[in-house]
């Protein structure tokens, strides 16, 4: 309906015009005698022709035209309408239809208004061409009382035609603007429904949250209680058995900064809470050696500056890899950490190996590489973990510039589910 609006708005007057001035010039050609500036109606169709051309972008001079051109004929300065060409006024009508189709609603009512007005004008211009401009009647002319009936009746028609579609314009504008209407409110539902719904989602992932750090908060309290109170109390343990439990402390501490982290990333107030960079990872580096892990890290290229989104999916990528390192490799286990930045984007590799002895991966759920790859995808790259050697190796990508896919919601809250562009070295399976 707007494709067939836009065009009636902007063309249809013109076309309609167009035809009608070709269909009177084909009509009266006979009558022309070979020229068109020679017949005596021509005046009358150009200036009709016009007002019709431009009642749709102009309704206001459309209009003018016409009671201009009336007037002047009443003033003798152009012809009367001979006795075969006085439906050139119908033209009015169709000017009237395109100017209550397209004009302000005030100009459209007063066109209807003055409707009766002009089609008086046009029934006297005819009546005067039948009666003649003289005081006497012409010879052979009929009876007055009958002229004037017929002038009436000519009247009459003109207003009608002129009223019909006039209001078959204007009912045809409301149509289309109700429908317009009906259309735009049923997208403003469909706005509100998906923003409800996001609400109600945002209201879950808040309690989820909350529920989450009372939870984990609590019970890495915990964790980090006991350590350090058995810590404390094992004076007289070996050192391996003390820096055991250092290592368990620290552990516990990171977690419970990290889960606070990324908990607080969804809060009440929807305000964005400041989420870990590509700077924080060799501070991250230096806990997990505080940890116990041996780690090296390596660097090639001119760093480029990334997303904050790429960022906190180099980070998370690393942290996991660390992590599954940490848990699933023997003492003395050994991790490297390089960062490529040659080629259009970042390439992050870590490779790790345990010491004299490493365990199996448990056969969990599995969450962390897959969580990785998932972090990958979301930053516009990939992922690969997998054994390599007598090492376990993650290699991640994520281009430069790349504008972040839309992340799954859950992800908010699992600060190693999900995984950028860059390639990592992973050990183990979650």
């Known amino acids: 309906m707007k494709i067939i609006r836009a065009f009636a708005r902007y063309w249809g007057a013109p076309a309609v015009a167009a035809l009608f001035f070709v269909l009177w010039c084909v009509a009266e050609a006979g009558r022309m005698g070979g020229s068109f500036a020679h017949w005596l109606d021509a005046w009358a169709l150009a200036a009709f022709t016009v007002a019709l051309g431009i009642s749709a972008r102009f309704p206001v001079a459309s209009m003018g035209i016409i009671g201009a051109f009336l007037g002047a004929q009443l003033l003798r300065l152009f012809p009367a309408m001979q006795a075969q060409s006085w439906p050139i006024y119908f033209a009015a009508a169709a000017v009237l239809f395109f ?62 035609a002129m009223v019909v579609c006039g209001l078959a314009g204007y009912v045809l504008r409301i149509a289309m603007e109700r429908r317009e209407l009906v259309g735009a409110r049923e997208v403003a539902e469909e706005g509100l429904r998906a923003t409800e719904i996001e609400l109600l989602m945002e209201q879950e992932r808040s309690r989820i949250s909350r529920d989450l750090h009372d939870v984990l908060a609590h019970s890495l309290a915990v964790i980090v209680a006991q350590s350090d109170g058995a810590r404390y109390l094992a004076t007289d343990q070996a050192q391996p058995v003390v820096s055991a439990l250092e290592n368990i402390s620290a552990a516990a501490r990171l977690a419970l900064v990290d889960a606070q982290r990324a908990i607080e ?3 009440d107030d929807g305000a964005p809470a400041a989420q870990p960079a590509l700077a924080d990872v060799a501070g991250l580096l230096a806990r997990f050696a505080e940890a116990g892990l041996v780690v090296e890290q390596t660097e090639s290229g001119a760093p480029v500056e990334l997303g904050g989104g790429a960022e906190l999916a180099v980070f998370r990528i690393v942290q996991e890899s660390l992590t599954n390192a940490l848990k699933h490799s023997g003492p003395g286990a050994r991790c490297t950490v ?93």
């Open 99 to 160: 100017v209550a189709f397209n004009a302000r609603r005030k100009v459209a009512l007063a066109g209807l208004i003055l409707a009766p007005i002009c089609a008086a004008l046009m029934a006297l211009v005819v009546f005067l061409r039948w009666r003649g401009f003289t005081a006497a009647l012409p010879a052979g002319a009929p009876p007055i009382g009958d002229m004037v009936v017929r002038g009436v009746r000519y009247a009459l028609v003109f207003a009608a």
């Open 265 to 267: 990333g969804v809060r």
């Open 338 to 430: 390089h960062l490529d930045w040659n080629g259009p984007g970042l390439s992050v590799q870590i490779a790790s190996c345990g010491g004299g002895r490493q365990e199996a991966a448990p056969a969990g759920t599995g969450r962390g590489i897959p969580g990785m790859r998932e972090r990958a995808y979301l930053a516009g790259g990939w992922l690969t973990a997998g054994p390599d050697a007598d090492s376990f190796r993650v290699t991640a990508f994520i281009p430069y510039g790349q504008a972040p896919l839309q992340a799954v919601p859950a992800l908010a809250l699992a600060g190693t589910s999900s995984v950028p562009s860059s390639a990592l070295a992973v050990r183990g399976d979650d």
